[in-house]
Protein backbone atom coordinates (compact mmCIF):
# COMPACT_ATOMS: atom_id res chain seq x y z
CA UNK A 1 0.00 0.00 0.00
CA UNK A 2 0.99 3.66 -0.53
CA UNK A 3 2.68 6.77 0.41
CA UNK A 4 0.52 9.61 0.37
CA UNK A 5 3.57 12.04 1.13
CA UNK A 6 6.51 13.71 -1.38
CA UNK A 7 9.82 13.86 -0.44
CA UNK A 8 11.61 17.30 -0.21
CA UNK A 9 14.78 17.81 -2.59
CA UNK A 10 17.73 16.35 -0.03
CA UNK A 11 20.34 17.00 0.62
CA UNK A 12 39.53 -13.87 -1.80
CA UNK A 13 38.83 -15.00 0.27
CA UNK A 14 43.17 -15.43 0.88
CA UNK A 15 43.46 -18.81 0.76
CA UNK A 16 47.13 -18.88 1.01
CA UNK A 17 48.48 -22.24 2.81
CA UNK A 18 49.58 -21.56 6.53
CA UNK A 19 53.42 -21.99 6.78
CA UNK A 20 54.53 -25.78 7.41
CA UNK A 21 51.07 -27.26 6.20
CA UNK A 22 51.64 -29.69 3.43
CA UNK A 23 55.03 -29.72 3.42
CA UNK A 24 56.22 -32.99 1.76
CA UNK A 25 59.06 -34.90 3.03
CA UNK A 26 62.21 -36.25 0.90
CA UNK A 27 64.66 -38.81 1.03
CA UNK A 28 68.03 -37.86 -0.45
CA UNK A 29 69.86 -40.87 -1.34
CA UNK A 30 73.92 -41.31 -1.16
CA UNK A 31 75.16 -43.59 -3.51
CA UNK A 32 78.57 -44.04 -1.67
CA UNK A 33 76.74 -45.62 1.25
CA UNK A 34 73.62 -47.20 -0.33
CA UNK A 35 71.13 -45.36 1.48
CA UNK A 36 68.97 -42.37 2.55
CA UNK A 37 71.21 -39.87 4.61
CA UNK A 38 68.53 -37.94 5.47
CA UNK A 39 65.25 -36.35 5.56
CA UNK A 40 65.12 -32.16 3.93
CA UNK A 41 61.47 -30.18 3.31
CA UNK A 42 60.58 -28.76 0.58
CA UNK A 43 59.56 -25.42 3.04
CA UNK A 44 61.35 -22.72 0.81
CA UNK A 45 59.13 -24.16 -1.95
CA UNK A 46 56.17 -24.60 -0.75
CA UNK A 47 56.60 -21.21 0.92
CA UNK A 48 57.79 -19.33 -2.13
CA UNK A 49 54.59 -20.62 -3.92
CA UNK A 50 52.63 -20.18 -1.25
CA UNK A 51 53.74 -16.44 -0.96
CA UNK A 52 52.81 -16.11 -4.15
CA UNK A 53 49.44 -16.83 -4.26
CA UNK A 54 49.29 -14.79 -1.20
CA UNK A 55 50.20 -12.25 -3.49
CA UNK A 56 48.02 -12.98 -6.61
CA UNK A 57 45.14 -12.48 -4.16
CA UNK A 58 45.72 -9.46 -2.53
CA UNK A 59 46.49 -7.86 -5.69
CA UNK A 60 43.27 -9.36 -6.88
CA UNK A 61 41.27 -8.11 -3.48
CA UNK A 62 43.34 -4.38 -4.19
CA UNK A 63 41.42 -4.23 -7.71
CA UNK A 64 38.40 -5.26 -6.40
CA UNK A 65 38.86 -2.68 -3.56
CA UNK A 66 39.88 0.20 -6.73
CA UNK A 67 36.57 -0.81 -8.92
CA UNK A 68 34.48 -0.47 -5.77
CA UNK A 69 35.98 2.95 -4.82
CA UNK A 70 35.83 4.85 -8.23
CA UNK A 71 32.22 3.16 -8.71
CA UNK A 72 30.59 6.34 -9.91
CA UNK A 73 27.46 7.24 -8.66
CA UNK A 74 26.55 8.28 -12.23
CA UNK A 75 27.30 7.26 -15.44
CA UNK A 76 26.37 6.17 -18.99
CA UNK A 77 26.34 2.56 -20.23
CA UNK A 78 25.64 0.88 -23.24
CA UNK A 79 24.35 -2.62 -22.87
CA UNK A 80 20.16 -2.45 -21.70
CA UNK A 81 19.50 -6.19 -22.39
CA UNK A 82 18.70 -7.10 -18.84
CA UNK A 83 16.59 -3.66 -18.22
CA UNK A 84 13.14 -4.60 -17.34
CA UNK A 85 11.72 -2.26 -19.39
CA UNK A 86 14.70 -3.04 -22.38
CA UNK A 87 10.97 -4.00 -24.68
CA UNK A 88 8.85 -1.28 -24.32
CA UNK A 89 9.08 2.53 -24.68
CA UNK A 90 10.83 4.04 -27.51
CA UNK A 91 12.99 1.71 -28.81
CA UNK A 92 14.13 2.08 -32.38
CA UNK A 93 12.16 5.42 -32.83
CA UNK A 94 13.61 8.75 -32.94
CA UNK A 95 12.25 10.67 -29.58
CA UNK A 96 10.76 14.29 -29.68
CA UNK A 97 13.64 16.87 -29.31
CA UNK A 98 11.76 18.22 -26.23
CA UNK A 99 11.39 15.15 -24.82
CA UNK A 100 15.19 14.58 -25.48
CA UNK A 101 16.27 17.76 -23.89
CA UNK A 102 14.18 16.99 -20.43
CA UNK A 103 15.80 13.63 -20.41
CA UNK A 104 19.31 15.27 -20.46
CA UNK A 105 18.42 17.64 -17.71
CA UNK A 106 17.75 15.00 -15.86
CA UNK A 107 20.57 13.47 -16.29
CA UNK A 108 22.35 16.60 -15.15
CA UNK A 109 20.51 16.97 -11.70
CA UNK A 110 20.91 12.97 -11.07
CA UNK A 111 25.06 13.40 -11.91
CA UNK A 112 25.03 16.61 -9.83
CA UNK A 113 22.90 16.16 -6.83
CA UNK A 114 22.81 12.66 -5.84
CA UNK A 115 22.63 11.47 -2.45
CA UNK A 116 24.78 9.54 -0.61
CA UNK A 117 24.09 5.70 -1.42
CA UNK A 118 22.13 5.85 -4.46
CA UNK A 119 23.61 4.89 -7.27
CA UNK A 120 22.49 5.46 -11.10
CA UNK A 121 23.05 4.16 -14.56
CA UNK A 122 21.76 5.63 -17.83
CA UNK A 123 21.82 4.46 -21.47
CA UNK A 124 23.20 6.49 -24.37
CA UNK A 125 21.23 4.27 -26.96
CA UNK A 126 18.09 4.25 -24.84
CA UNK A 127 17.22 7.52 -23.27
CA UNK A 128 14.22 6.41 -21.78
CA UNK A 129 15.58 3.81 -19.78
CA UNK A 130 17.34 3.99 -16.13
CA UNK A 131 18.43 1.59 -13.37
CA UNK A 132 19.34 2.95 -9.80
CA UNK A 133 20.17 1.04 -6.66
CA UNK A 134 19.60 2.12 -3.32
CA UNK A 135 21.18 1.34 -0.68
CA UNK A 136 19.30 0.74 2.65
CA UNK A 137 19.29 3.60 5.52
CA UNK A 138 21.53 3.17 8.41
CA UNK A 139 19.04 2.88 11.50
CA UNK A 140 16.32 0.95 9.47
CA UNK A 141 15.51 -2.45 8.56
CA UNK A 142 16.44 -2.17 5.62
CA UNK A 143 20.23 -1.28 6.80
CA UNK A 144 22.76 -2.50 4.13
CA UNK A 145 20.69 -3.99 1.24
CA UNK A 146 20.61 -3.22 -1.86
CA UNK A 147 17.53 -2.19 -3.63
CA UNK A 148 16.98 -2.25 -7.34
CA UNK A 149 15.05 -0.21 -9.47
CA UNK A 150 14.47 -0.01 -13.06
CA UNK A 151 13.15 2.84 -14.37
CA UNK A 152 10.97 3.75 -18.10
CA UNK A 153 10.75 7.29 -19.35
CA UNK A 154 7.08 7.29 -21.10
CA UNK A 155 6.97 9.16 -24.51
CA UNK A 156 4.89 11.66 -23.29
CA UNK A 157 7.18 12.22 -20.51
CA UNK A 158 7.08 14.61 -18.20
CA UNK A 159 3.47 15.24 -18.61
CA UNK A 160 2.97 11.81 -16.77
CA UNK A 161 5.71 10.42 -14.23
CA UNK A 162 8.07 7.56 -15.16
CA UNK A 163 7.19 4.09 -14.67
CA UNK A 164 9.36 2.25 -11.64
CA UNK A 165 9.92 -1.61 -11.60
CA UNK A 166 11.44 -2.94 -8.21
CA UNK A 167 13.30 -6.17 -8.51
CA UNK A 168 11.73 -7.61 -5.35
CA UNK A 169 12.65 -11.49 -5.94
CA UNK A 170 9.13 -12.64 -5.14
CA UNK A 171 9.71 -10.73 -1.53
CA UNK A 172 7.13 -8.34 0.12
CA UNK A 173 9.53 -6.65 2.45
CA UNK A 174 7.61 -3.28 2.42
CA UNK A 175 4.23 -2.13 2.24
CA UNK A 176 5.06 0.03 -0.86
CA UNK A 177 7.13 -2.53 -2.93
CA UNK A 178 4.89 -5.57 -3.91
CA UNK A 179 6.19 -8.93 -5.14
CA UNK A 180 5.33 -8.37 -8.15
CA UNK A 181 7.45 -5.12 -8.85
CA UNK A 182 5.23 -2.16 -8.56
CA UNK A 183 5.87 0.92 -6.41
CA UNK A 184 3.22 2.53 -5.10
CA UNK A 185 3.96 6.34 -4.40
CA UNK A 186 1.77 9.24 -4.46
CA UNK A 187 4.45 11.18 -6.48
CA UNK A 188 4.11 8.18 -9.43
CA UNK A 189 0.85 8.22 -9.23
CA UNK A 190 0.29 4.78 -8.59
CA UNK A 191 -1.52 5.99 -5.16
CA UNK A 192 -3.86 8.95 -4.28
CA UNK A 193 -2.74 11.88 -2.61
CA UNK A 194 -3.71 15.66 -2.31
CA UNK A 195 -2.58 17.37 -5.54
CA UNK A 196 0.73 18.53 -4.45
CA UNK A 197 1.81 15.09 -3.42
CA UNK A 198 0.73 13.67 -7.26
CA UNK A 199 3.72 13.89 -10.17
CA UNK A 200 3.44 17.84 -11.34
CA UNK A 201 4.91 17.83 -15.23
CA UNK A 202 6.44 21.29 -14.63
CA UNK A 203 8.05 20.37 -11.50
CA UNK A 204 8.38 16.66 -10.32
CA UNK A 205 11.71 15.04 -11.14
CA UNK A 206 13.18 11.78 -11.34
CA UNK A 207 15.49 12.84 -8.76
CA UNK A 208 12.69 13.19 -6.73
CA UNK A 209 11.18 9.72 -7.26
CA UNK A 210 14.41 8.53 -6.12
CA UNK A 211 14.77 10.04 -2.89
CA UNK A 212 11.25 9.67 -2.31
CA UNK A 213 11.99 5.87 -2.13
CA UNK A 214 14.93 6.00 -0.02
CA UNK A 215 13.76 8.39 2.68
CA UNK A 216 9.79 7.93 2.66
CA UNK A 217 9.78 4.48 1.47
CA UNK A 218 12.86 2.53 3.17
CA UNK A 219 12.32 4.33 6.44
CA UNK A 220 12.95 3.41 10.26
CA UNK A 221 8.89 2.20 10.84
CA UNK A 222 7.50 0.98 7.49
CA UNK A 223 4.95 -0.80 9.19
CA UNK A 224 2.78 2.81 9.33
CA UNK A 225 3.38 3.30 5.70
CA UNK A 226 0.08 1.26 5.61
CA UNK A 227 -2.91 3.74 4.74
CA UNK A 228 -4.49 4.25 7.92
CA UNK A 229 -2.10 2.27 10.87
CA UNK A 230 -0.62 5.47 12.14
CA UNK A 231 -3.82 6.16 13.44
CA UNK A 232 -5.08 2.85 13.62
CA UNK A 233 -2.06 1.71 16.03
CA UNK A 234 -1.19 4.59 18.06
CA UNK A 235 1.09 3.91 21.19
CA UNK A 236 2.37 0.98 22.80
CA UNK A 237 0.17 -1.46 20.18
CA UNK A 238 1.34 0.40 17.44
CA UNK A 239 5.10 0.36 18.79
CA UNK A 240 4.59 -3.59 19.64
CA UNK A 241 3.07 -4.46 15.89
CA UNK A 242 5.76 -2.26 14.31
CA UNK A 243 8.40 -3.38 16.28
CA UNK A 244 7.41 -7.18 14.29
CA UNK A 245 7.10 -5.96 11.39
CA UNK A 246 10.41 -4.78 11.36
CA UNK A 247 11.47 -8.21 12.39
CA UNK A 248 9.99 -9.92 9.68
CA UNK A 249 11.31 -7.00 7.21
CA UNK A 250 15.02 -7.51 8.33
CA UNK A 251 14.90 -11.67 7.62
CA UNK A 252 13.18 -10.07 3.71
CA UNK A 253 16.22 -7.70 3.77
CA UNK A 254 18.90 -10.84 4.38
CA UNK A 255 16.88 -12.70 1.56
CA UNK A 256 17.22 -10.09 -0.54
CA UNK A 257 21.04 -9.52 0.29
CA UNK A 258 21.86 -13.25 -1.37
CA UNK A 259 19.39 -12.48 -4.01
CA UNK A 260 21.19 -9.51 -5.15
CA UNK A 261 24.96 -11.00 -4.36
CA UNK A 262 23.80 -13.96 -6.59
CA UNK A 263 22.24 -12.05 -9.33
CA UNK A 264 23.61 -8.91 -9.46
CA UNK A 265 21.98 -6.39 -12.10
CA UNK A 266 24.31 -5.61 -15.01
CA UNK A 267 26.83 -2.73 -14.92
CA UNK A 268 26.76 -2.79 -11.25
CA UNK A 269 28.73 -6.24 -10.44
CA UNK A 270 31.52 -4.66 -9.11
CA UNK A 271 29.95 -2.40 -6.89
CA UNK A 272 27.51 -5.54 -5.65
CA UNK A 273 30.80 -7.48 -5.10
CA UNK A 274 32.50 -4.60 -3.42
CA UNK A 275 29.30 -3.60 -1.35
CA UNK A 276 29.04 -7.25 0.47
CA UNK A 277 32.63 -7.81 0.39
CA UNK A 278 33.20 -4.73 2.89
CA UNK A 279 30.05 -4.76 4.84
CA UNK A 280 29.99 -8.28 5.35
CA UNK A 281 31.24 -8.56 8.91
CA UNK A 282 28.98 -5.77 9.81
CA UNK A 283 25.93 -7.29 8.73
CA UNK A 284 26.66 -10.71 10.61
CA UNK A 285 27.55 -8.62 13.68
CA UNK A 286 23.91 -7.04 13.47
CA UNK A 287 22.26 -10.62 13.26
CA UNK A 288 24.39 -12.21 15.91
CA UNK A 289 23.28 -8.59 17.96
CA UNK A 290 19.56 -8.87 16.74
CA UNK A 291 19.80 -12.68 17.94
CA UNK A 292 20.96 -11.24 21.35
CA UNK A 293 18.28 -8.95 22.02
CA UNK A 294 19.11 -5.58 20.19
CA UNK A 295 16.14 -3.81 18.71
CA UNK A 296 16.35 -4.05 14.84
CA UNK A 297 17.67 -1.04 13.10
CA UNK A 298 19.69 -0.23 16.49
CA UNK A 299 22.53 2.09 15.42
CA UNK A 300 25.59 0.75 14.80
CA UNK A 301 27.32 1.44 18.84
CA UNK A 302 23.61 -0.36 20.39
CA UNK A 303 24.01 -2.85 17.91
CA UNK A 304 27.50 -4.08 19.16
CA UNK A 305 26.11 -3.91 22.97
CA UNK A 306 24.36 -6.52 22.91
CA UNK A 307 24.86 -6.08 26.69
CA UNK A 308 22.52 -3.80 27.20
CA UNK A 309 19.89 -5.12 24.58
CA UNK A 310 16.33 -5.40 25.83
CA UNK A 311 16.02 -9.26 25.66
CA UNK A 312 12.89 -9.30 24.19
CA UNK A 313 13.14 -10.44 21.27
CA UNK A 314 10.85 -13.23 19.73
CA UNK A 315 12.15 -17.12 19.31
CA UNK A 316 10.74 -17.14 15.94
CA UNK A 317 12.66 -14.30 14.77
CA UNK A 318 15.58 -15.50 16.74
CA UNK A 319 14.94 -18.81 14.88
CA UNK A 320 15.20 -16.86 11.02
CA UNK A 321 17.59 -15.32 11.63
CA UNK A 322 19.97 -18.58 12.88
CA UNK A 323 18.70 -20.29 9.65
CA UNK A 324 19.97 -17.33 7.55
CA UNK A 325 22.96 -16.91 9.64
CA UNK A 326 25.20 -19.78 7.62
CA UNK A 327 24.00 -19.28 4.31
CA UNK A 328 24.81 -15.64 4.96
CA UNK A 329 28.64 -16.56 6.29
CA UNK A 330 29.10 -19.24 3.23
CA UNK A 331 27.77 -16.25 0.66
CA UNK A 332 29.99 -13.66 2.02
CA UNK A 333 33.11 -15.72 1.85
CA UNK A 334 32.49 -16.94 -1.54
CA UNK A 335 32.29 -13.47 -2.23
CA UNK A 336 35.79 -12.33 -0.34
CA UNK A 337 35.20 -11.59 2.83
CA UNK A 338 37.71 -12.54 5.10
CA UNK A 339 37.36 -14.17 8.70
CA UNK A 340 33.11 -14.86 8.31
CA UNK A 341 33.43 -18.41 9.92
CA UNK A 342 33.52 -17.02 13.17
CA UNK A 343 30.19 -16.01 13.12
CA UNK A 344 28.82 -19.53 11.95
CA UNK A 345 26.66 -21.06 14.65
CA UNK A 346 27.48 -24.92 15.62
CA UNK A 347 24.93 -27.77 15.64
Keep these: MPLL ?79 HFSRLGMSGQ ?25 YVRVYEARMDLLRAIIVGPAGTPYHD ?70 GLILNAKPFFNEPGYANMYGGPEGEKRSKAYNEDVFILSLKTMMYTLRRPPKHFEDFVTGHFRLRAHDILSACKAYMAGAEVGSADEEVQDTDKAEKNQTSEFKAAIARMMNSLVTNFSKNGSKDCEQFRLQG
Design 145 to 214: GLFVFDVLFPPTYPDIPPMVYYYSGGLRLNPNLYDCGKVCLSLLNTWSGDKNEMWMPKKSTMYQVLVSIQ
Design 5 to 83: LLALHPPSDAVGQPSGEGISSLKIYDPANGKNEADITSSSTVIAESSSVGKEQEEKDDEFLRKFQLFKRFDTVDDFSDH
Design 94 to 118: QPPKSWTKKIQEEWKILEKDLPDMI
